[in-house]
């Protein structure tokens, strides 16, 4: 009965052994560095900074505050945590899915957290519209911007005021609301600084902004209902993936040879693999599902 818990030491155990890892992958990319710095060529660890440097790229894209060391650390524990868990249930496709898991689950964080900071955003830029459009009937885009912005909330008032400052300091508007749109990247962030762009040359097109936060407004309650139901469908699907350790233990009470049948049948094996299997299309559904919601 006690076998599966073995995992939770495995999983314990794979922390200092993820750490030696770390540790004499840190010490081979420092030397690597000092050696590139001095131009020596040692291919292997030059492919293993690239990646890392790689990675560290991929991580600001998601806007992740967390280092490309500790991120590898994390996969290193996934993999490590699955090999030795496909020892366990004598499993090697329940192995490979363990450690998959390892690598969408930080995904699926990052896109939460990245959903939630445009959530966010796009709440302040249905508030900016309506002042926006009014600021562009008495000065011009550049003041407009700046106003707005110190009439909204950060984080968009502080993109606004910013902008307000590239446009007084370049006096180029290609480039200024470019930078703009580097912190408004989501569809109607978008579509804000396309009409900005056009409304720089000709302030008659400053109505446009009225419609759009209209229309932003319209699908605002929408959106909010739908995150709100994704995240009630994941926490509800979560709770119902962690009933099968009680499910487990009951079982193993009942009939003593379960962890014989999971193990050593293929239909438990089977089981096995359909459960992680369910655990990692989760998140991969809701991927799909918010890369639908334009936000």
């Given at each position: 009965m006690a076998e599966p818990y073995l995992l939770l030491f495995i999983a314990i155990l794979a922390v200092p052994v993820s750490g030696l890892i770390y540790f004499t992958l840190s010490g081979i990319i420092s030397s690597t560095q000092g050696l590139w710095k001095n131009r020596r060529n040692l291919k292997g660890a030059d492919t293993i900074t690239n990646w890392m440097l790689q990675v560290e790229k991929h991580l600001k894209r998601r806007k992740s505050r967390l280092k490309a060391s500790m991120y590898v650390i994390l996969l290193t524990f996934a993999v490590i945590t699955g090999f030795f868990s496909g020892i366990i249930l004598n499993n090697p496709l329940a192995a490979i899915l363990i450690a998959a898991i390892g690598f969408v689950i930080p995904e699926q964080i990052f896109l939460y957290i990245i959903l939630r900071q445009r959530l966010v955003k796009f709440d302040q830029l249905v508030e900016a519209c309506p002042v926006f459009a009014s600021e562009l009937q008495r000065v011009h885009l550049t003041r407009a911007l700046g106003n707005t912005?110190?009439?909204?909330?950060?984080?968009?008032?502080?993109?606004?005021?910013?902008?307000?400052?590239?446009?007084?300091?370049?006096?180029?508007?290609?480039?200024?609301?470019?930078?703009?749109?580097?912190?408004?990247?989501?569809?109607?962030?978008?579509?804000?600084?396309?009409?900005?762009?056009?409304?720089?040359?000709?302030?008659?097109?400053?109505?446009?902004?009225?419609?759009?936060?209209?229309?932003?407004?319209?699908?605002?309650?929408?959106?909010?209902?739908?995150?709100?139901?994704?995240?009630?469908?994941?926490?509800?699907?979560?709770?119902?993936?962690?009933?099968?350790?009680?499910?487990?233990?009951?079982?193993?009470?009942?009939?003593?040879?379960?962890?014989?049948?999971?193990?050593?049948?293929?239909?438990?094996?089977?089981?096995?693999?359909?459960?992680?299997?369910?655990?990692?299309?989760?998140?991969?559904?809701?991927?799909?599902?918010?890369?639908?919601?334009?936000?």
């Open positions: 912005g110190r009439s909204i909330p950060d984080p968009v008032g502080r993109i606004f005021r910013q902008a307000e400052r590239d446009l007084i300091a370049t006096n180029e508007p290609k480039e200024a609301l470019g930078r703009m749109m580097r912190h408004l990247d989501f569809y109607y962030g978008r579509d804000f600084i396309s009409r900005a762009y056009d409304c720089y040359y000709n302030s008659a097109v400053a109505p446009m902004f009225i419609d759009l936060g209209q229309e932003m407004e319209s699908k605002r309650k929408r959106l909010h209902e739908n995150i709100a139901k994704l995240f009630q469908d994941r926490l509800l699907s979560v709770a119902i993936l962690l009933m099968f350790f009680p499910a487990y233990t009951i079982a193993a009470g009942i009939v003593p040879t379960t962890w014989e049948f999971m193990t050593q049948t293929v239909a438990g094996k089977f089981l096995i693999c359909l459960y992680l299997l369910s655990v990692a299309l989760g998140p991969m559904m809701d991927y799909t599902t918010i890369r639908k919601m334009e936000v």
